[in-house]
Nanobody, 126 residues
C-alpha cells in the first residue's frame, strides 16, 4: 500500500519548535507535490502547507504563514515541516499526503495515489 509516514510530533511548550518528517513507503517522492494537513479534536482536517515537485514552490495557510517552513530532500525521500513559535491552537494530528497540482502550483487537495497515514501528534501546552 502506497503511503506517506509522518513522524516527529511531540509535546512542546508554547513558543517552542518541532520538525516533522514525512517519508514515502513504496514510492519515490521526487515526482509528487506533497502537502501537510492537520486535524484537531472536533474540527475538520485543515490544509497547512504544500511543496511542489517541479520548482519547489510552496504554499502556507494564513494560520501558519511566517511560522512554519516546508522543505524537501529528494535524496532522502523525505519532506519536512519545521514548526516554530508554536501556539496551543497548533495542537493537532499532522498528516502528509500527495496533493494535486494546478498550473504547476501545489494545492491542498489530497490525491488518490496514496492513502492517509496515521499522522503524528503535536501537542502545544504548558
Amino acid at each position: 500500500q502506497l503511503q506517506l509516514v509522518a513522524s516527529g510530533g511531540d509535546l512542546v511548550q508554547p513558543g517552542g519548535s518541532l520538525r516533522l518528517s514525512c517519508v514515502a513507503s513504496g514510492f519515490a517522492l521526487d515526482d509528487y507535490a506533497i502537502g501537510w494537513f492537520r486535524q484537531a479534536p472536533g474540527k475538520e482536517r485543515e490544509g497547512v502547507s504544500c511543496i511542489s515537485s517541479s520548482d519547489g514552490s510552496t504554499y502556507y495557510s494564513d494560520s501558519v504563514k511566517g511560522r512554519f517552513t516546508i522543505s524537501r530532500d529528494n535524496a532522502k525521500n523525505t519532506v519536512y515541516l519545521q514548526l516554530s513559535t508554536l501556539k496551543p491552537d497548533d495542537t493537532a494530528v499532522y498528516y502528509c499526503k500527495t496533493v494535486a497540482v494546478v498550473h504547476g502550483v501545489c494545492v491542498m487537495i489530497g490525491t488518490d495515489f496514496d492513502s492517509w497515514g496515521q499522522g503524528t501528534q503535536v501537542t502545544v501546552s504548558s
